[in-house]
């Protein structure tokens, strides 16, 4: 993938993240923890995902006819076979940069997911509430694509080395 797809996934991510602190946070405490407390977070945080998922997928199919319209635009008396050159080489085809930027930048993200694993392990280890072990969990995941986004947009700007 692009710099250009990787920078619209770490965005929707962060975008995702906010929303879900805030509504998260307005959900509140409804008292002692129960089962079913318990169960209604994991169905939001279920819905939450999903929803999540589709949006990223919306996203990007916006991004790439937003780019093909772009090249579209600014090449109009080419034919469709250019300009479907033009947007693949945007959004679509790999080279060996770009495997090497998607590998380290999937590290990163599984880092990140890693350590929010053992945070939450250590917040049931330590008596903290299960929802908030859920919570830190969930959150890992949504930090682990966004580092894994901004990560490959560091690359792509810098440029990254073998080794």
Known sequence: MSFGVKAVNAT????L???YVVLALGRGASGPEDIDSLRSLAEFMLVFAIVGVVAIIAVNI???????AVFAAKNKDANDGDIERSVSAVVGCE????KLINLKSQQIGYACVGMGIVATLFAFAYGDSPALALNILFA???L???AE???S?????????HG
């Open 144 to 146: 682990g694509v966004i």
């Open 12 to 15: 929707a991510g962060a975008i």
């Open 153 to 161: 947009c560091g690359m792509y700007a810098r440029g990254v080395r």
């Open 149 to 151: 986004g901004f990560a």
């Open 17 to 19: 993240l906010a929303a």
């Open 62 to 68: 916006i991004y790439r006819i937003a780019v093909c």
């Open 95 to 98: 080279d060996e940069m770009d």
């Open 140 to 142: 890992s995941l949504l």
